[in-house]
């Protein structure tokens, strides 16, 4: 049992940050928020002077890349491991920054997908995360370097089932272009 006591407290819910009141975690979940002098048994750690809030979703990462002036280019410069060991070094910075959600929409021949499993499954350290695979666009069109062209109302329903079958969370369209 691990007892986080002396922090303000910020719930989320809009309400004032609370003091007074022991954060209780039992493995890697928060059992209980208790008042300090009710607080369990258990290793104490004193974050006087610091706040705790709940965890920070990010809904627009792209972990293979980085920021570089040019991030397409280096990317795909480098070795698909070279860019798989710099997504997990992205990935444990973005945790290591409050970060403990994401959602990455196009990486590089599934990369992200890796990250996510490797994180998953405790092998690294990083964010929850939600991967889309390779982005659905036209061809030649915004992010076709590292995704799925689709061209047509049939083109596009095989892309996205493409991308289910490779274990995407969610699908990302391009329907327009981008800015980089």
């Known amino acids: 049992t691990l007892v986080l006591v002396g ?3 910020i719930d989320g819910s809009g309400a004032e940050p609370v003091r007074g009141r022991a954060v209780v975690v039992e493995g890697d979940r928060i059992t209980q928020v208790v008042d300090d002098a009710r607080a369990p048994r258990g290793r104490r750690i004193d974050l006087s002077g610091c706040t705790l809030l709940p965890g920070l979703i990010n809904c627009h990462v792209h972990l293979c890349f980085g920021a570089e002036a ?13 860019t798989a060991i710099r997504a997990l070094v992205r990935a444990r910075s973005t945790l290591e920054a409050g970060i403990t959600t994401v959602r990455d ?10 990250v996510r499993s490797a994180v998953g499954s405790g092998l690294a350290a990083g964010p929850r995360i939600l ?13 076709h370097w590292v995704g799925r062209e689709a061209d047509g109302p049939d083109d596009a329903r095989r892309a996205v089932r493409e991308q289910l079958k490779a274990g ?4 990302k369209l391009i329907a327009t272009g981008g800015v980089m």
């Open 70 to 82: 040019d991030p397409v280019r280096r990317m795909l410069e480098d070795a698909l491991s070279l």
């Open 131 to 143: 991967a889309a695979g390779r982005p659905i666009c036209m061809t030649g069109g915004h992010g």
């Open 105 to 114: 929409l196009g990486g590089r021949d599934y990369t992200e997908l890796s």
């Open 168 to 171: 995407a969370d969610v699908i």
């Open 7 to 9: 922090a303000s407290l």
